[in-house]
């Protein structure tokens, strides 16, 4: 339930994750400096939520075209 996700939501291991993939990929949606990053719950997961960050800018490129459609959206 979303109940048991918030009780073991931890920000400050979503700010490291956060400033783990920002430091490999240099993506421009997360800061760079670390005590800026948001790392709420909300913020996390609209960050993350459907894998396009993530596929953006780990793949550097490989992926030629991301098609999202509303099945994707959770």
Known sequence: TLFQIMANY???VAQKCLAYIQ????CSEIPSDYDSI??????????L??????CKYVFLGSVRRIKLTSAHII
């Open 10 to 12: 931890d920000p400050e």
């Open 49 to 54: 939520y459907n894998g396009m960050l993530l």
């Open 23 to 26: 430091a490999i990929t240099g």
């Open 38 to 47: 948001d790392a709420s719950h909300d913020h996390f997961h609209e960050l």
